[in-house]
Every structure is written in structure tokens, then in C-alpha cells.
């Protein structure tokens, strides 16, 4: 395992490695990459590049936030609950009880953190379409928008699109 400072951009080189073997290996004519949490989509992105075949990106979605004694919650307020039981603020019941409520559904942690920032920015980018980074993972928009990503790689791979051509 690589030193931890440079587990970052292993991480990313993994992801895309892994897009461009399994691409090349079954002779993929074009891929829908479902990316979801941090490096992740950086490196789907990076091996899509290498193979160069029409490509949409449709993540699985946000989770939605949790809530706690009338507040909305995500995952930083569990790592602030960890610094508040460490002061002595709020005890373990209470610590506990924050964690199992910050993130109540499936899907990339609530908020825009890397995960969620980057499918937006793939959106931004003409690779994924509109509400990628946004339509939460358990919601039936999130299905329809999986069905239209199908069509749009369809509607590439009629026209001849490539990846490149898309960021170009």
C-alpha cells in the first residue's frame, strides 16, 4: 500500500486503470458509469478519457439529510459530535444517537462534499445530465433520470460521439 500521502491519486489511477482493463477487455462500444463517492468519479472520468468511447456518468445519488432534535444532520455533524463527546459536551448515548441519524438512507453523504460536487460537475461538463449531483438516490426522479442516461448513450453511440468530443 502506497504511503498515505499519496493515496489520493492512487486511488484515482485504480478507478481509472479499472475503467480502461474491463472497457478494453470486453470491447465496450460505450459505457454508462455509475460513480458515486469521492475519487471515485475523478478516476471513471480519467479512464473514460483513455478508452475514448461515447460515455454518460449517472451517479446513484445524494443521500438525504438526517434529522436530530428538530434539525437537519449530515455526516459533518457526526464528526462534530465526536469532537463535542471529546470535550466532554454530550455523552455517548447522544454521540451514538447522532450517528445513527445522519445518514438515514442510501446514497453519497448528504451535502456538497466531493462526491456530490463532482456529479455536478460532470453535468457542468455535457457528461452527465441535468439533476446528476442532485436528484437524491432514493427517489423515483433518480430511476427516470437512469432511464435517460440509457437513451442519451444510445443517441452517442448512433452519432458517433466520443468522450473527448464531449469535453472538447
Known amino acids: ?3 498515505r500521502s499519496t493515496l489520493f491519486p492512487y486511488t484515482m489511477l485504480f478507478r481509472s486503470d479499472s475503467v480502461e482493463t474491463m472497457a478494453n477487455a470486453h470491447q465496450f462500444d460505450a459505457l454508462i458509469l455509475v460513480p458515486n463517492c469521492d475519487k471515485i468519479v475523478h478516476g471513471m472520468i480519467m479512464g473514460a478519457l483513455r ?4 460515455t454518460v456518468l449517472i451517479s446513484g445519488g445524494p443521500m438525504r439529510a438526517g434529522e436530530y432534535k428538530g434539525k437537519k444532520i449530515d455526516l459533518v455533524t457526526v464528526f462534530e459530535g465526536v469532537g463535542k463527546f471529546k470535550k466532554g459536551e454530550i455523552d455517548l448515548k447522544e454521540l451514538k444517537e447522532i450517528e445513527a441519524r445522519a445518514c438515514p438512507s ?3 453523504c448528504s451535502g456538497m462534499f466531493t462526491a456530490n460536487t463532482m456529479n455536478c460537475l460532470a453535468e457542468v461538463l455535457g457528461i452527465a445530465l441535468p439533476g446528476n449531483g442532485t436528484i437524491p438516490a432514493d427517489q423515483a426522479a433518480r430511476i427516470r433520470l437512469a ?3 440509457g437513451r442519451q448513450i444510445m443517441a452517442l453511440v448512433e452519432q458517433g460521439t466520443s468522450f473527448r468530443q464531449l469535453l472538447g
Not at 478508452?51 to 461515447?54: E, I, T
Open 106 to 108: 442510501c446514497g453519497s
Open 1 to 3: 500500500r502506497p504511503p
Open 51 to 54: 478508452v475514448n468511447v461515447p
Open 147 to 149: 432511464k435517460e442516461a
